[in-house]
């Protein structure tokens, strides 16, 4: 089985891109807007969201131009940051066999309304309303965009495709079919009159605080923050290859697990089982310092995570950093997983653990509220999906 490590990462969320996310993430600076409710809709009970992030093409406007008016805003912004994590890789030239692993929660729902409209008021469809609306085309524009021919797939598992997308790609690489992955995550979840941001809410899933900030893990919370999404896109090579190119090594990945609840398609069981089992499993007899939570600060899901925790790791579960990052930058449904693992594999390059904003915090759970610096030597990132999709990465240093 071949090794696999993280060459490149480029996020960009409305927190920041690039660098700029992970110096905003360590100074604690969260993004958060109140919501707009014209007065003759029925309001939202949750006033907050994480606005859409400004993307910044300048750099590669001449790559992007073939994309202009055929691909929808999330295939544009996955493929901004592919070409930005290339560029954080070092890489002049991609493998030709280079495979596309990228995890998309739905599809770009606004071209698919803007075309309804268009047909219901008898006005003239947008010419590219088809190779906008498939959900493929973030894959897919990637691998036109640089030219490689290798693997090109979409993984859609709701909050845990970006995760998942990453641990195919892992698998891909280790299994000797391609010497390098272009994978993470893409969301664009902006439509006309908040359709996603409504549909949660509907669902009570998100948070009532006065301020916006979804305090996961804590006696407080109310529901997760609704974020309209963005990108993270990491570059995975196969060991020996970037150390023969002399690539600066994030961290390795050293195993993915994935399972299914097969419970229910939007509650989580409260024996979480299959959970405790994937953490068992992954976690084997490593040590491990640092856990990136799913965090959703939703009644169930921090319930359930910390149960799971507290049974697989036990009396050592107080040993292990824990980072809830979506109590910054809040729920971008499936990029949160690809996002998420970027920021484990930058807290394990610069010892650099993100402080977190939460109220009254769980009994046992070790979640610093400042940015402190911690010797990272084992890390674990989860991401559970409405449906009941579960998977884990384990990224270790070097």
């Known amino acids: 089985m071949n090794r696999v490590v993280i060459t490149g990462i480029a996020p960009i969320v409305a927190m920041g891109q690039g660098q700029c996310f992970f110096d905003n993430l360590m100074a604690m600076k969260p993004v958060i807007e109140p919501t707009y409710e014209p007065p003759d809709r029925v309001p939202n009970t949750s006033k907050w969201f994480v606005p859409y992030p400004e993307v910044h093409t300048s750099a590669y406007e001449r790559r992007l131009r073939?994309?202009?008016?055929?691909?929808?805003?999330?295939?544009?912004?996955?493929a901004t940051a592919a070409l930005m994590a290339v560029d954080d890789a070092g890489l002049e030239k991609l493998d030709p066999e280079t495979a596309v692993f990228f995890g998309v929660s739905s599809m770009n729902a606004a071209d698919i309304v803007c075309a309804f409209n268009a047909v219901r008021t008898c006005?003239?469809?947008?010419?590219?309303?088809?190779?906008?609306?498939?959900?493929?085309?973030?894959?897919?524009?990637?691998?036109?965009?640089?030219?490689?021919?290798?693997?090109?797939?979409?993984?859609?598992?709701?909050?845990?495709?970006?995760?998942?997308?990453?641990?195919?790609?892992?698998?891909?690489?280790?299994l000797g079919k391609s010497k390098m992955a272009i994978c993470g995550a893409?969301?664009?979840?902006?439509?006309?009159?908040n359709l996603f941001l409504r549909s949660f809410d509907v669902l009570s899933a998100l948070t009532r605080s006065t301020d916006g900030l979804p305090r996961p893990f804590s006696e407080e919370r109310s529901g997760f923050l609704f974020s309209k999404g963005g990108a993270c896109a990491l570059i995975l090579e196969e060991y020996e290859s970037a150390v023969a190119r002399g690539a600066n090594i994030y961290a390795e990945i050293t195993d993915y697990r994935a399972c299914c609840d097969a419970f229910h398609?939007?509650?989580?069981?409260?024996?979480?089982?299959?959970?405790?089992?994937?953490?068992?499993?992954?976690?084997?007899?490593?040590?491990?310092?640092?856990?990136?939570?799913?965090?959703?600060?939703?009644?169930?899901?921090?319930?359930?995570?910390?149960?799971?925790?507290?049974?697989?790791?036990?009396?050592?579960?107080?040993?292990?950093?824990?980072?809830?990052?979506?109590?910054?930058t809040g729920h971008a449904i499936g990029t949160s997983g690809a996002v998420e693992a970027a920021v484990t594999a930058y807290s394990i390059k610069n010892g650099i653990v993100h402080g977190n904003i939460i109220g009254t915090p769980f009994e046992g759970l070790n979640i610093p509220t400042q940015t402190i610096r911690s010797d990272?030597?084992?890390?674990?990132?989860?991401?559970?999906?409405?449906?009941?999709?579960?998977?884990a990465l384990m990224l270790e240093k070097i």
């Not at 073939?66 to 996955?78: G, V």
């Not at 007899?285 to 799971?308: I, L, R, S």
């Not at 990132?381 to 579960?390: K, P, Y």
Request: hydrophobic share 40%; net charge negative; with cysteine.
């Open 66 to 78: 073939p994309m202009s008016i055929l691909a929808p805003q999330n295939a544009k912004t996955a």
């Open 123 to 174: 006005k003239r469809m947008h010419p590219a309303t088809n190779p906008k609306s498939m959900a493929n085309a973030v894959s897919a524009w990637i691998s036109i965009l640089f030219g490689i021919h290798g693997r090109s797939h979409v993984i859609s598992t709701a909050c845990a495709s970006g995760t998942d997308a990453i641990g195919m790609a892992f698998e891909h690489i280790c």
């Open 186 to 193: 893409a969301d664009y979840m902006d439509c006309e009159d």
């Open 265 to 328: 398609i939007v509650k989580m069981p409260d024996n979480p089982e299959q959970v405790i089992t994937m953490f068992k499993e992954i976690a084997k007899d490593k040590t491990v310092d640092y856990y990136n939570a799913h965090g959703t600060a939703t009644a169930v899901n921090d319930q359930m995570e910390a149960t799971a925790l507290k049974a697989a790791f036990g009396e050592h579960l107080g040993d292990i950093l824990i980072n809830v990052t979506k109590s910054m």
């Open 376 to 391: 990272i030597r084992c890390g674990i990132t989860a991401s559970f999906g409405f449906g009941g999709h579960n998977s």
